[in-house]
């Protein structure tokens, strides 16, 4: 099992989220985070004064896979976050000891990915 | 003893008559008086319609997300203080400086006398109104202001600052001055047509919107406003609270905007002018939102918002010639057309606050409506224009009203689309993806209008103080120092 972490602009969430589903990878999470990389300080001004800012925001995914599924999760990443300019972000792969579902007490890579059924709604879409 | 009693009651008298005697030979008559409560009035209507700016920088900013929230606040003050300076150079002479059928030559920077009668000959209205003339020119600039700033709702958060400059100068210089002329200064469409537009839902409103629409055409949809499949998606505004604020102080500002335009306190007029006003927007608040909890069985904070200020639009035409009933059909009917008129327009072009429908389908309503509900009564008080179909069965004056309307609205749809073309086609009209990103605030203004919800608290507070040799204070001493002996001293 292996974690995927990927530091990537905010813009090229939505088409990872909607490939990776399609492929069968419905679960992963996203945290807006701050950073700072090779990209310049944003120089602000406010009445007169400066104020140099050197964190940029950046969206944060991730992303518990079989081993075997990194590969494609990778190429979906690479292929919607990468712009060529300074500023794309990085991705990171991580090893996993273990995964349980806390629902069910279910344990190992069956609990990963590619969930049996539809999407669930629960309490209608407040759930 | 009596003596001194008698004198005493003399010197009294004279004391008590003096100013009467003053009075008599060189105080103010009684047209003096009327004038003034009449430029009172005047200027207080005003003054609430200035406001109404509140109410546009609120709902605009409340519509849009919070990384564009402080352009909106510079976009305000800028368009309003160069349609300030615009329209006494140039604006309300072409609007009222004159009864030429197209527009008016005289009173440039109001050079004009200083009293009604004095300013009669170059000014006509004052003949008729005998107010300050600066009074009316501040009442008719604050109407000009309030008509630009409804250009800009169809164009938050992607629009160049620098378009609101130079469309600033030509549409308070030029394009709102003629047109209102008119309809308001004694134009073809009031004098030869008999067009009926109290307050402006085709003066203000529709060339507001209108103005919009030429841009919104140029300038495209919101990144991220319609899917891939082209269906349009909720780009949520930041503030539900700022909306409604600003529906608020706009509705507040109605209150000058209509019975103001009565430009007389005498007789009370303005009064029902209130009452009418209130009614209709009243009824537009529950028609919107009703029409909206039968569409989505929710209670639509934003819908809500539009329907006041689309009934608030629709009865400004008619406000000073109907009767009050006919007030909460005109409202009502607003409010379901701007519902309807968000959600279809929507589907092709992306107006972030609604103005095409609350400002331009309700303007229209607005000015149609005076055409069916037009009372005999008040048709000879304004001296403008037939009774409505309501009451005359003839649809005379609805031709008159959607001669009018058609006119205005391919007029300036025309040279408002030249003007942005020229624009478009020379500086751009459009900020880049990355700005557009990015947001406008950090863009174009140079910082955030929430920089601690955008910049990390660790950027905020910096490096700190240098360091000394005893125990690092929690506040900054000079600061505070400071601060302390400016209280002490003021």
Known sequence: ?127 | MRRTAVAACVSLGVLLMAPAAALAADGPTLEDTVSAVNTTWVIVAGVLVMFMQAGFLFLEVGFSRAKNAGLGVVKILTNFSIAAIAYWATGFALAFGGAGTIAGTNGWFLDVGHTASEAASDIPLLGVVGISPAALLFFQFVFCAVSLAIVWGTTIERIKFSAYVIYAVIFSALIYPVLSHWIFGGGWLQVNVGMQDFAGSTVVHLIGATGGLAALLLLGPRRGKYGPDGKPRAIPGHSMPLVGLGVLILWLGWFGFNPGSTLSAIGGRFAEVVLVTNLAAAAGVIAALSVMYRRTKTYDVGMAGNGAIAALVAITAPSGYVEFWAAPIIGAVAGVIVVYGVILIEKVLDDPVGALSAHGLAGVWGTLSCGIFTSPRLAELNAVGDPGLWYSGSFHQLGAQALGVATVFAIVLVVSYAVFFAIKQTIGLRVTAEEEDAGLDIAETGMYGYPEQFIPPSELIGPGLPATGGAPSRAPAGVTATAMTGEATA
Request: a negative charge; proline letters at 3%.
């Open chain 1, 1 to 127: 099992m292996k974690m995927v972490i990927a530091y990537i602009r905010h813009e090229a969430f939505e088409p990872i989220r909607a490939d990776l589903l399609e492929a069968g990878f419905p679960s992963l999470s996203i945290t807006e985070v701050k950073g700072s990389g090779r990209q310049k300080a944003i120089t602000e001004h406010y009445r007169g004064s400066e104020l140099a800012v050197h964190l940029r925001p950046k969206l944060k995914i991730e992303c518990v896979v079989e081993s075997k599924d990194v590969g494609m999760v990778k190429e979906v990443i690479l292929r919607h976050a990468r712009t060529g300019s300074v500023g794309d972000g990085k991705l990171f792969v991580l090893p996993v000891e273990e995964a349980v579902r806390i629902r069910t007490g279910e344990d190992g890579e069956a609990v990963l990915q590619a969930h049996e059924g539809e999407e669930v709604s629960v309490n209608g879409d407040l759930g």
